[in-house]
């Protein structure tokens, strides 16, 4: 039911009636509107207090717990925020469609947790880092997609690597970690999904 779903829903968009379309993912419009109010709140402050109180970093391990949610919704630059918001959208509106409101913001936000959860090893190396952004919950829509998606399962992985890969590159650092802990992690929920029916 859950596959007939995607394939239904991901042949449904028309970029006619875009906006449309957009009010039909709630949870995916409250997702983004968050996101951005967020970003103008600690863009406000001239210290990085708020990047510090509210990204995922060594200061959890002191009792700021809040930090496996609250840095799913930071980003460290406008274009950081756009190019995250663009693949929720791109990738979450079927996604969304074919869960429901509720059950899509569960998968993207236990998802997320679990995956900053998963990355708190990365700081055992890093102690110094300060993980922020949306990419790895979004990368456990690509995870949960590739399960129930076969024939998109390559194409998933391969915009992984690139997006977790390529930027270093250039000299962008990125949470490439989250990434496959979040893949990771949408894949055994889709795993879980499946075997419960």
């Known amino acids: 039911?859950?596959?007939?779903?995607?394939?239904?829903?991901?042949?449904?968009?028309?970029?006619?009636?875009?906006?449309?379309?957009?009010?039909?993912?709630?949870?995916i419009c409250l997702l983004v509107i968050l996101n951005i109010l967020v970003y103008i709140f600690t863009s406000l402050s001239v210290s990085d207090y708020y990047y510090m109180l509210l990204g995922l970093n060594a200061l959890f391990f002191e009792g700021f717990y809040h930090q496996l949610l609250s840095s799913i919704f930071m980003h460290g630059?406008?274009?950081?925020?756009?190019?995250?918001?663009?693949?929720?959208?791109?990738?979450?509106?079927?996604?969304?469609?074919?869960?429901?409101?509720f059950n899509f913001a569960l998968l993207y936000l236990l998802g997320g947790v679990l995956t900053n959860l998963l990355s708190l090893s990365y700081l055992y190396f890093e102690p110094y880092s300060n993980l922020v952004g949306a990419s790895?919950?979004?990368?456990?829509?690509?995870?949960?997609?590739?399960?129930?998606?076969?024939?998109?399962?390559?194409?998933?992985?391969?915009?992984?690597?690139?997006?977790?890969?390529a930027p270093m590159l250039l000299g962008v650092q990125v949470a490439w970690y989250a990434h496959l802990f979040g893949f990771g992690v949408g894949f055994g929920a889709g795993f879980l999904k499946a075997r419960k029916g």
């Open 136 to 165: 790895g919950a979004i990368c456990v829509l690509f995870g949960f997609m590739a399960y129930f998606m076969p024939m998109l399962r390559s194409g998933l992985f391969l915009g992984l690597m690139i997006m977790s890969f």
């Open 1 to 27: 039911m859950l596959k007939s779903n995607f394939n239904k829903n991901f042949n449904s968009l028309e970029f006619s009636g875009i906006l449309k379309s957009l009010l039909e993912v709630k949870a």
């Open 77 to 101: 630059s406008a274009e950081h925020l756009g190019m995250n918001m663009l693949a929720l959208i791109a990738f979450g509106y079927r996604l969304e469609r074919a869960l429901g409101a």
